[in-house]
């Protein structure tokens, strides 16, 4: 089955076309990024703007890199929340018009269902039941997913999604945004040990986080310090870095033996991170655990996930009709 995924959540506009759920054979992704850096993060309504601009071209492009026509599509999936109300409803207003002209059955999905299942796009994908870390710059969830569709929380943030932390701290020391590159890359010349940042709820049996503490560290450090340049800014980022890491690695490793999961899935933007992909690879490999790290294009917003996402919920009998809505605040 050819599934046309369209991503318009925040401020990536996606399509792809992704085949029974597995083969990718197009994913194309126009990002916003330079368009809102300059207010140092994500206009709403510049991002709705954006993707009524984008979104079709993009459909083009995906259809032709995989030399496919819209005839040939025999699903569109489109994320229907959680994001920015304006921008979710470009997409949904599109795969709804894409639908009604054409005829091809439409599915509204879930964009963490999306990040829970851009895993099932690796070459061995990890099957149900597994544990999942969903971390981006909005979500820090964890989820015991039972089966497609069959999804517990196990434990998230009580405050700023790690992303979000990433974000702010990049702030805080005068870097571009989104932060989580621009603090990965500074962080590989600096000491993770430098400077002991503070590892929140670090007790046995809680699977939740809180980042907001971390975040107000580093500002103290920098108000009694100053904003740090060469080595010191070098030496806060790595250390900032392992107390996010450490933080959600080991809460992940603890629950994964706790509630007796062997497969563990790592996704969301915040997983192509560097630290937190080796430190998790080398607890799960201490601890027998099979990891499912997807490649970075897959763990940022992407079209394909929500192919897959919507695959899934087709097969398992789930279908919208045009009373499809954007819904900014669905929680999975
Ligand atoms: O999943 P995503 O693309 O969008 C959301 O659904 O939020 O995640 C974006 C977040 C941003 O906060 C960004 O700073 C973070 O992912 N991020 C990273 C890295 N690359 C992106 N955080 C840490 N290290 C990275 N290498
Ligand atoms: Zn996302």
Same mark, same amino acid.
């Given at each position: 089955?050819?599934?046309?995924?369209?991503?318009?959540?925040?401020?990536?506009?996606?399509?792809?076309?992704?085949?029974?759920?597995?083969?990718?054979?197009?994913?194309?992704?126009? %990002?916003?990024?330079?368009?809102?850096?300059?207010?140092?993060?994500?206009?709403?309504?510049?991002?709705?703007?954006?993707?009524?601009?984008?979104?079709?071209?993009?459909?083009?492009?995906?259809?032709?890199?995989?030399?496919?026509?819209?005839? +040939?599509?025999?699903?569109?999936?489109?994320?229907?929340?959680?994001?920015?109300?304006?921008?979710?409803?470009?997409?949904?207003?599109?795969?709804?018009?894409?639908?009604?002209?054409?005829?091809?059955?439409?599915?509204?999905?879930?964009?963490?269902?999306?990040?829970?299942?851009?895993?099932?796009?690796?070459?061995?994908?990890?099957?149900?039941?597994?544990?999942?870390?969903?971390?981006?710059?909005?979500?820090?969830?964890?989820?015991?997913?039972?089966?497609?569709?069959?999804?517990?929380?196990?434990?998230? %943030?009580?405050? +700023?999604?790690?992303?979000?932390?990433?974000?702010?701290?990049?702030?805080?020391?005068?870097l571009p945004y989104p932060g989580g590159q621009p603090i990965d890359q500074l962080a590989q010349k600096g000491n993770p040990a430098a400077i002991r940042f503070p590892r929140a709820l670090n007790v046995p049996g809680v699977f939740d986080w809180s980042f907001s503490g971390l975040k107000t560290a580093v500002r103290e450090h920098i108000r009694n310090h100053g904003v740090p340049e060469g080595q010191a800014l070098f030496d806060l980022c790595a250390s900032f870095q392992e107390a996010v890491a450490d933080s959600l690695s080991k809460k992940l490793i603890a629950a994964a033996r706790e509630l007796k999961f062997e497969r563990l899935v790592l996704c969301g933007g915040v997983a192509a991170n560097s630290r937190l992909r080796g430190l998790t690879e080398e607890r799960a490999k201490e601890r027998e655990l099979k990891l499912f790290l997807p490649r970075i294009s897959l763990c940022t917003d992407n079209g394909a996930m929500i192919a897959v996402a919507g695959y899934e919920a087709y097969r398992r009998g789930v279908r919208s009709d045009f009373s499809l809505v954007a819904d900014a605040g669905w929680r999975l």
């Open positions: 089955m050819l599934v046309l995924g369209l991503e318009t959540s925040c401020d990536e506009t996606a399509a792809a076309l992704v085949e029974d759920g597995r083969r990718v054979l197009s994913d194309v992704v126009s %990002t916003q990024i330079d368009i809102h850096r300059r207010w140092g993060g994500v206009v709403p309504e510049l991002a709705s703007r954006n993707h009524v601009v984008q979104l079709l071209p993009v459909v083009d492009e995906a259809l032709r890199r995989a030399d496919k026509a819209l005839q +040939d599509v025999e699903l569109i999936s489109v994320t229907t929340g959680p994001g920015l109300i304006g921008a979710l409803f470009v997409g949904v207003h599109m795969a709804k018009a894409l639908s009604l002209a054409t005829g091809i059955p439409l599915v509204g999905v879930n964009h963490l269902e999306g990040h829970l299942l851009a895993a099932r796009l690796m070459e061995s994908p990890p099957e149900p039941p597994f544990l999942a870390l969903v971390v981006s710059g909005g979500h820090t969830t964890l989820y015991a997913v039972e089966d497609f569709g069959r999804y517990r929380t196990v434990g998230s %943030t009580r405050d +700023d999604a790690a992303g979000e932390a990433y974000d702010k701290v990049a702030r805080l020391l005068g």
